[in-house]
């Protein structure tokens, strides 16, 4: 089973800053690679899927990267909305998933 | 517009069997592109993919909850389920319903399962 870590496990920051959140494989998984949101009492939403693809209706201002095993999700600068839980989640082994354990960015 | 929506109880007792349907409204079920899935998230923590099912039947588990699960799919219901046997408190979590194609692009609301006797 593929194993993603993510770091840090909480990040601080304020609006207006640009911060990064990475997520690091087990193993190389190509750019098979996805980053959620997860507010308070809400389900995730997709954001980031295929490393680097923006899902419909997400910001100009989140972006991804990375290949293999070293992945990030930028977010520049943040709005009061983007603060929440962030998890990415791999589809190497498709149908098969595995996620990160997440970030918390307050 | 795409709706899932989880349904069953939300209490079950310690060695019995989680049961849960997810309805499916907006779109058919028998879709050919997508996969319907079920993921967990206990309280305070992360995300725990449990597995997928396709329309013809076809599923896909976790590893280290394969010997308890089953999940099937009812195409004339618009619907598909998860069934989830030897429930302990360590399964208690709320339970997504999640349409899939590599990523889970749409989500239920969540149902909390809490297993205590």
């Known amino acids: 089973e593929i194993v993603l870590t993510q770091s840090p496990a909480t990040l601080s920051s304020s609006p207006g800053d640009t911060v990064t959140l990475s997520c690091r494989a087990s193993?190389?998984?190509?750019?098979?690679l996805g980053w959620y949101q997860q507010k308070p009492g809400q389900a995730p939403r997709l954001v980031i899927y295929?490393?680097?693809n923006r899902a419909t209706g997400i910001p100009a201002r989140f972006s991804g990267s990375g290949s293999g095993t070293d992945f990030t999700l930028t977010i520049s600068s943040l709005e009061p909305e983007d603060f929440a839980i962030y998890y990415c989640?791999?589809?190497?082994?498709?149908?098969?998933?595995?996620f990160g354990q997440g970030t918390q960015l307050e | 517009q795409l709706q899932l929506q989880e349904s069953g109880p939300g209490l079950v007792k310690p060695s019995e069997t989680l049961s849960l349907v997810c309805t499916v409204s907006g779109d058919s079920i028998t879709s050919i592109r997508f996969y319907w899935g079920w993921v967990r998230q206990p309280p305070g923590k992360g995300l725990e993919w449990i597995g997928n099912?396709?329309?013809?039947?076809?599923?896909y588990y976790k590893s280290s909850l394969k010997s308890r699960v089953t999940m099937s799919i009812d195409t004339s219901k618009n619907q598909f389920s998860l069934k989830l046997n030897s429930v302990t408190a360590a399964d208690t979590a709320v339970y997504y319903c999640?349409?899939?194609?590599?990523?889970?692009?749409?989500w239920g609301q969540g149902t909390l399962v809490t297993v205590s006797s």
């Open positions: 999640v349409r899939t194609l590599r990523y889970l692009d749409s």
């Open positions: 989640q791999e589809r190497y082994n498709w149908p098969h998933i595995t």
């Open positions: 099912v396709f329309q013809n039947g076809n599923t």
């Open positions: 193993q190389s998984i190509s750019t098979y």
């Open positions: 295929d490393a680097s």
